[in-house]
Nanobody, 124 residues
């Protein structure tokens, strides 16, 4: 079993920055993929970024490419999402997710474990 706890959300003005953290515990390993998703009111949950624990492979949604950076700290068992130049449309609840296996997927169905989410609100 894997437990995920997100933190770092909040209210920020457009153009500002936030860093989200996802603390993991349980049976994660280098064979896991960690992802960030977000869900805005009235919309489906969508893929934001993903990273493999055991490698430096990363993948981003086009809407955040160049502004967001996903990283991980193996010693702290924590995955981060650095969000710069935030826009109003980035407002959403952000979720951390994990899946076992080497492949990075964008579909929520491919992820086995989820955190409770953290709210990010960008004021225009």
């Amino acid at each position: 079993q894997v437990q995920l706890v997100e933190s770092g959300g909040g209210l920020v003005q457009a153009g500002g920055s936030l860093r989200l953290a996802c603390a993991t515990s349980g049976r994660t390993s280098n064979n896991y993929v960690m992802g960030w998703f977000r869900q805005a009111p009235g919309k489906e949950r969508e893929f934001v970024a993903a990273i493999r624990w055991g490698a430096l492979s990363t993948y981003y949604a086009d809407s955040v490419k160049g502004r967001f950076t996903i990283s991980r700290d193996n010693a702290k068992n924590t995955v981060y999402l650095q969000m710069n130049n935030l826009k109003f449309e980035d407002t959403a609840v952000y979720y951390c997710a994990a899946r076992s296996g080497p492949m990075i997927y964008k579909s929520t169905r491919e992820y086995d474990y989820w955190g409770q989410g953290t709210q990010v609100t960008v004021s225009s």
